[in-house]
């Protein structure tokens, strides 16, 4: 027969006890954690964009350089629930009321972006920012705390272009017809949710966006490894992001028009989640094929093929009304 130390089997059955318990209050704060993470990322949409853009507040204007065809001007806007979103603004140096558009392609890109947009005819060009006032470049282990701080300034994407609609609409160098909504990259997924909600747009312009972000996410992972780790990655990120999912917003442009323009030849957006968004709205839509690789800022000749296309795109806009 085994024999113990003296004072073993107490031993063993307090270690057994206290492991029960410490099991238990693992569940318990994983249960809690669980929870208010749940209420964290709790987001009622479509409701919960318009209550977080509230009013137009304040606007802070301050002229800079401009070119012989556009003023330019520095914009501030501030929303009564107490935040703000930078941009830059383009004006037609002859008077007269003309018609607008907004366009967003990143963080602190409003200026780039608005002055990237040459229309054939005049518009009002409004540059946003993202409303993010964080660091643009954050390493994996700065980005993972504050992912949720990220995550509520993409939500805070759309109500600042409703804000930005509620600024054009004071001017009275702008017509009544509404704004051409321009997206690039990223925030071609962010406009297609703005332009689906609000009523006020005119023509939604998608360039190199798509629908899914689960597999738009996994496309740009690739240095994940393994397979596995990264799928979960692109899921937890797609969940996170479900608010702002184009697919569930692309039907309600219409009756304005859809337009998508994509490169046949791009790695960060598959074809697979283009055709998604285009299948996903309702026409009037259009999809322009472009036999090129993603857009990028450091590819000067491949950015202005791009910006070619829209360019025709929105002198065909303007042609149709």
Same mark, same amino acid.
């Given at each position: 027969?085994?024999?113990?130390?003296?004072?073993?089997?107490?031993?063993?059955?307090?270690?057994?006890?206290?492991?029960?318990?410490?099991?238990?209050?693992?569940?318990?704060?994983?249960?809690?954690?669980?929870?208010?993470?749940?209420?964290?990322?709790?987001?009622?949409?479509? +409701? +919960?964009?318009?209550?977080?853009?509230?009013?137009?507040?304040?606007?802070? $204007?301050?002229?800079?350089?401009?070119?012989?065809?556009?003023?330019?001007?520095?914009?501030?806007?501030?929303?009564?629930?107490?935040?703000?979103?930078?941009?830059?603004?383009?004006?037609?140096?002859?008077?007269?009321?003309?018609?607008?558009?907004?366009?967003?392609?990143?963080?602190?890109?409003?200026?780039?972006?608005?002055?990237?947009?040459?229309? +054939?005819?005049?518009?009002?060009? /409004?540059? /946003?920012?993202?409303?993010?006032?964080?660091?643009?470049? @954050?390493?994996?282990?700065?980005?993972?705390?504050?992912?949720?701080?990220?995550?509520?300034?993409?939500?805070?994407?759309?109500?600042?272009?409703?804000?930005? $609609?509620?600024? @054009?609409?004071?001017?009275?160098?702008?017509?009544?017809?509404?704004?051409? /909504?321009?997206?690039?990259?990223?925030?071609?997924?962010?406009?297609?949710?703005?332009?689906?909600?609000?009523?006020?747009?005119?023509?939604?312009?998608?360039?190199?966006?798509?629908?899914?972000?689960?597999?738009?996410?996994?496309?740009? @992972?690739?240095?994940?490894?393994?397979?596995?780790?990264?799928?979960?990655?692109?899921?937890?990120?797609?969940?996170?992001?479900?608010?702002?999912?184009?697919?569930? &917003?692309?039907?309600?442009?219409?009756?304005?028009?859809?337009?998508?323009?994509?490169?046949?030849?791009?790695?960060?957006?598959?074809?697979?989640?283009?055709?998604?968004? &285009?299948?996903?709205?309702?026409?009037?839509?259009?999809?322009?094929?472009?036999?090129?690789?993603?857009?990028?800022?450091?590819?000067?000749?491949?950015?202005?093929?791009?910006?070619?296309?829209?360019?025709?795109?929105?002198?065909?806009?303007?042609?149709?009304?």
């Amino acid at each position: 027969m085994a024999t113990h130390p003296t004072g073993a089997g107490p031993v063993r059955r307090r270690i057994r006890r206290y492991g029960r318990w410490a099991a238990v209050v693992v569940l318990v704060a994983v249960a809690v954690a669980a929870v208010l993470l749940q209420r964290a990322i709790s987001f009622d949409a479509p +409701e +919960e964009f318009w209550q977080q853009k509230g009013d137009l507040a304040a606007v802070e $204007i301050r002229p800079v350089d401009g070119d012989s065809l556009y003023e330019a001007f520095h914009v501030e806007l501030a929303s009564s629930v107490g935040w703000r979103v930078r941009g830059h603004l383009r004006v037609p140096r002859r008077a007269g009321r003309w018609p607008s558009i907004i366009v967003i392609g990143g963080v602190n890109t409003g200026r780039m972006a608005a002055e990237l947009i040459n229309p +054939e005819r005049p518009y009002v060009i /409004l540059g /946003l920012d993202y409303p993010w006032e964080g660091s643009t470049e @954050l390493t994996w282990w700065e980005f993972l705390p504050r992912v949720l701080a990220v995550r509520h300034a993409m939500l805070l994407t759309p109500p600042a272009i409703f804000l930005a $609609i509620d600024y @054009l609409q004071t001017r009275q160098d702008v017509d009544a017809s509404g704004p051409v /909504l321009v997206g690039a990259s990223f925030g071609a997924q962010l406009i297609t949710v703005a332009g689906a909600l609000d009523e006020r747009a005119g023509t939604v312009l998608s360039i190199y966006g798509g629908g899914d972000y689960a597999a738009i996410l996994e496309a740009n @992972l690739k240095d994940v490894k393994p397979a596995l780790l990264r799928r979960l990655v692109a899921r937890t990120g797609a969940w996170l992001l479900a608010p702002v999912e184009p697919l569930d &917003y692309a039907s309600l442009i219409a009756p304005r028009p859809l337009i998508i323009i994509n490169g046949s030849r791009d790695d960060r957006v598959p074809l697979a989640c283009v055709e998604a968004l &285009y299948d996903a709205a309702q026409e009037p839509k259009q999809l322009v094929w472009l036999d090129e690789g993603h857009i990028s800022s450091r590819d000067p000749a491949l950015l202005g093929r791009v910006l070619d296309a829209a360019t025709r795109a929105l002198a065909r806009h303007a042609e149709s009304e």
